[in-house]
Antibody
Framework: EVQLVESGGGLVQPGGSLRLCCAASGFTFSDYWMHWVRQSPGRGPVWVSRINSDATDTWYADSVKGRFTISRDNAKNTVCLQMRSLRAADTAVYYC??????????????WGQGTTVTVSS | IVLTQSPATLSLSPGERATLSCRSSQIIDSHLAWYQQKPGQAPRLLIYDASTRATGIPARFSGSGSGTDFTLTISSLEPEDIAVYYCQQRSNWPPPYSFGQGTKLEIK
């Protein structure tokens, strides 16, 4: 079964750090770009970051650039998001998702169940 | 790139046709996907490349459009189609991805 499972969410104080990870199974992980997408309560999804198949290229939303770092380990089939200098506005459910990297936009066809990050004092 | 979805809310009866719109602030060719999201669940891919149904998606869902104007059509509403629908684009300009604000579909 194709599956993505996030972990690492929790309650953290403003200015703190948290590391989210996503474990992939059931597919050839190294064939896919991996994303983090977040969603605050009552709001739509917001794209956060993407890493390419061999971890040589990363992209970030302006709102997290310089504070978040995406990484992957193809040997362990995991992608992680290191979050620093967290703000209340970072409070959200964080999803990992995969994308098949082609000229055609195949969309994000598999998503994890999400992990909740709450930034509050 | 900003994606603007309309209407914000759509209320229809079972069996009716639903037409959801997504307009891009810049030309994105056919690099558009549609998602369905139900409460407490992750988004589910419905349509990719503007008009191709994802695996396992019922034929009543269809997508069309190219350039800046896109449409998701549900030909005959089922009660289980109650959800929020989002469009998403991929572009070559940073940031490379964005979502629309969503259309909430209600069944009368």
């Amino acid at each position: 079964e194709v599956q993505l499972v996030e972990s690492g969410g929790g309650l953290v104080q403003p200015g703190g750090s948290l590391r989210l990870c996503c474990a992939a199974s059931g597919f050839t992980f190294s064939d896919y770009w991996m994303h983090w997408v977040r969603q605050s309560p009552g709001r739509g999804p917001v794209w956060v970051s993407r890493i390419n198949s061999d971890a040589t290229d990363t992209w970030y939303a302006d709102s997290v650039k310089g504070r978040f770092t995406i990484s992957r380990d193809n040997a362990k089939n995991t992608v992680c998001l290191q979050m620093r200098s967290l703000r209340a506005a970072d409070t959200a459910v964080y999803y990992c998702a995969r994308e098949l990297p082609r000229g055609v936009f195949y969309g994000m066809d598999v998503w994890g169940q999400g992990t909740t990050v709450t930034v509050s004092s | 790139i900003v994606l603007t979805q309309s209407p914000a809310t759509l209320s229809l009866s079972p069996g009716e046709r639903a037409t959801l719109s997504c307009r891009s602030s810049q030309i994105i060719d056919s690099h558009l996907a549609w998602y369905q999201q139900k409460p407490g669940q992750a988004p589910r891919l419905l349509i990719y490349d503007a008009s191709t149904r994802a695996t396992g998606i019922p034929a009543r869902f269809s997508g069309s459009g190219s350039g800046t104007d896109f449409t998701l059509t549900i030909s005959s509403l089922e009660p289980e189609d109650i959800a929020v629908y989002y469009c998403q684009q991929r572009s070559n300009w940073p940031p490379p991805y964005s979502f629309g604000q969503g259309t909430k579909l209600e069944i009368k």
